[in-house]
């Protein structure tokens, strides 16, 4: 699988950096690297694959300059690539997030996770702010959905805060494998990994959904996750900013859902939905 690197610079950066990664997303780019001057962002190269990136928002927009170039990235290089950018993450003292090659975290959730080209190191603003509500919830014996799994990383707190299975589900073949692979590497038992999008669901039913993903994807198929949901279950949704999050919101009411809490960082949202 061959992917593309796509290395921005944005001016200004913020919150240019941020507006260019959430349209980016849309697009369907996977994962994203902060550089100094703006962003390098990855995707699939597909012989179907058209982008008009002088269509953006951020691009047209008169306050703010954006410029790039791109260049082929096989698979077996990636490795190099992240290395160089990952450094150990810690939140609130209770959960780290390192590659094999650090040294164990002192806390007690200390999960060791190699992205490759998988979105979810704990480093972009959602994958952080899932993990801290995560740790916030009691997911002891409980039935886990992880949709849109990316790196695996959600779906192994998840078994390691109590969960007794926990489904993690991703459309990109190369994110089914690398999850499979950090599942592994943190010695979980109870993750059944599972190629597909929402159509997969059909007949199962979760206490707790996890879905990061994006804005259009979560509003298209929350009826979906609504339906795969327990009477009493919750939902946890992200990947989109603050100011869609009554875009969000009305979703989830039009599916029973109530809007219990929320965290924020750098004007992304983690919000969490009860039925």
């Not at 349209?23 to 694959?49: C, D």
Request: hydrophobic share 40%.
């Amino acid at each position: 699988m061959v992917y593309l690197e796509y290395d921005f610079t944005v001016t200004p950066s913020e919150p240019g950096r941020d507006v260019l990664v959430a349209e980016l997303a849309e697009l369907g780019f996977e994962s994203f690297v902060e550089t100094e001057e703006g962003v390098k962002a990855y995707i699939q190269k597909v012989p179907e694959l058209s982008l008009d990136l002088k269509a953006l928002f951020i691009v047209e927009h008169n306050a703010f300059q954006v410029n790039w170039k791109s260049k082929e990235i096989p698979p077996q290089n990636w490795n190099a690539t992240w290395e160089a950018d990952f450094h150990p993450i810690h939140i609130d003292g209770r959960c780290g997030v390192r590659a094999p090659f650090h040294e164990p975290l002192k806390v007690p959730y200390d999960l060791v996770i190699a992205p490759k080209m998988s979105f979810g190191t704990g480093h972009h603003e959602t994958t952080h702010l899932m993990l801290q509500m995560l740790l916030d919830e009691d997911l002891e014996d409980q039935y886990v959905l992880d949709m849109g799994t990316g790196t695996g990383v959600l779906a192994i707190l998840a078994e390691k805060k109590g969960a007794q299975l926990i489904w993690a589900v991703d459309i990109d073949e190369w994110s089914v494998a690398n999850a499979q692979e950090n599942i592994d590497r943190n010695l979980c038992k109870k993750i059944q990994v599972v190629k597909g999008d929402a159509a997969v669901l059909e007949g199962e039913k979760f206490d707790c959904i996890i879905a990061n993903i994006n804005r259009n994807i979560l509003v298209e198929d929350l009826p979906k996750y609504r339906k795969v949901l327990k009477d009493d279950g919750c939902i946890f949704l992200s990947g989109f900013y603050e100011s869609d999050l009554g875009v969000i919101s009305a979703a989830c009411m039009a599916s029973n859902l109530q809007l219990e809490k929320k965290h924020l960082k750098n004007q992304w949202v983690a919000a969490k939905y009860v039925s």
